[in-house]
C-alpha cells in the first residue's frame, strides 16, 4: 500500500509517517521544507518529495507527481495556530480545494483529510459527527467549507473520503506555545510559578501517538467514512490535566489560575463522541 503524507514534517505528521513505516506501508513523505525533514528519523525510509502548496499549479498532474499514491493523509495546512487569521478562508481554503481535486481528477480514489473540533463553533457538551458544523472563527470555517465542497466534487468524482476532526492532543514536538510545551519550560528552568487560565475548562485530550494511530486507522479502511472525531471521548478539565501530567512526572509546582483570561474562540465545556470512531477499531 503506497501511502502519501503531506505536512510530514509537523507534529502529527512526524507520527503518522512512523506509523506507517512501523506496518510496513509505502510511505511518500511530503513538506515544503526538505532540510527541515532530512534531520527526520524516518527520512532515508519514505520516498520524500518537496512540495510548497504556494507554488501550486493546477497544469501538473500532481497524482503522477507524488507517484500515484494509493492513499493520501492531507495533513498539511499554513497559518496556525492563528485560528482567527483570515488567511485560513481567502488563502488556504482555496488552496487546498485546488490541490485535492487535482489528485482526484487525475486518478486519486481514496483521500483521508485532517479537520478539527473547531468546525463544531461554540456548541458545549458531547459533540457527535452527526450533528450541524456551526464554526465561529476563520480556521474552523475554512476546514468545514473544504469538507463540503469536497463532499460537492465526491459527487461527480467518486472516491472514498474520511474526515478526520481533531480535537485536543499533546506530546513530544507540539507547539512551544501549547500548555504542556509552556509548562516543561516553567519546570526546566526552576520556575516557581505556573501562570495559567482558571482551568475550568472541560476538553478531550489524546496522546499525539494515538492520534497519529486512529489516523491511519480511518485512512487504510473503507467502510466507515464521512466525518470521523479522532478523540478520546473522555472529558477532564484544564486544571486536572496540568496535575495529572504533574503528578505521573513527579513535578510541583505552584499553579496561577485565573492569570490569562479564557480564549474567545471555544466553548468552556466539549468533548467528542467516539461511537464511530470505536467503530473503525473494532472492524479492522
Excluded at 82 to 103: G, V
Excluded at 184 to 211: C, H, I, W
Excluded at 235 to 247: G, N, S
Aim: hydrophobic share 35%.
Amino acid at each position: 500500500m503506497k501511502v502519501l503524507v503531506t505536512g510530514a514534517t509537523g507534529f502529527i505528521g512526524n507520527y503518522v509517517v512512523k506509523e506507517l513505516l512501523e506496518r510496513k506501508s509505502t510511505v511518500i513523505a511530503s513538506s515544503a521544507d526538505k532540510q527541515k525533514a532530512s534531520k527526520s528519523s524516518w527520512f532515508d525510509a519514505v520516498t520524500y518529495i518537496t512540495f510548497n502548496l504556494e507554488s501550486f499549479d493546477d497544469g501538473i498532474d500532481y497524482y503522477q507527481f507524488f507517484n500515484k499514491p494509493d492513499i493520501v493523509i492531507h495533513l498539511a495546512w499554513e497559518g496556525l495556530p492563528n485560528y482567527k487569521s483570515s488567511f485560513h478562508e481567502e488563502i488556504n481554503l482555496p488552496r487546498h480545494y485546488s490541490f485535492l481535486t487535482n489528485l482526484i481528477r487525475h486518478g486519486l480514489t481514496n483521500l483521508t483529510v485532517t479537520g478539527t473540533c473547531f468546525e463544531y463553533g461554540m456548541q458545549e457538551g458531547c459533540l457527535s459527527e452527526d450533528i450541524p458544523a456551526l464554526p465561529d472563527n476563520p480556521y474552523g470555517r475554512a476546514k468545514d467549507t473544504l469538507r463540503k465542497k469536497l463532499e460537492e466534487f465526491k459527487g461527480q468524482n467518486p472516491f472514498s473520503f474520511k474526515w478526520i476532526r481533531l480535537f485536543y492532543m499533546f506530546g513530544k514536538g507540539q507547539n512551544p506555545n501549547s500548555l504542556l510545551s509552556q509548562l516543561d519550560r516553567a519546570l526546566a528552568t526552576g520556575e516557581k510559578v505556573f501562570n495559567m487560565s482558571g482551568g475550568e475548562q472541560v476538553r478531550d485530550y489524546l496522546p499525539v501517538e494515538k492520534v497519529a494511530e486512529n489516523i491511519i486507522r480511518i485512512a487504510l479502511q473503507k467502510n466507515i467514512n464521512g466525518v470521523i472525531n479522532n478523540c478520546s471521548g473522555a472529558p477532564i478539565t484544564v486544571m486536572d490535566f496540568v496535575e495529572d501530567y504533574l503528578k505521573s512526572n513527579n513535578k510541583n509546582i505552584i499553579l496561577n489560575l485565573g492569570y490569562y483570561p479564557y480564549p474567545d474562540y471555544e466553548p468552556m465545556s466539549f468533548w467528542g463522541d467516539i461511537a464511530k470512531l470505536k467503530k473503525v477499531v473494532n472492524n479492522e
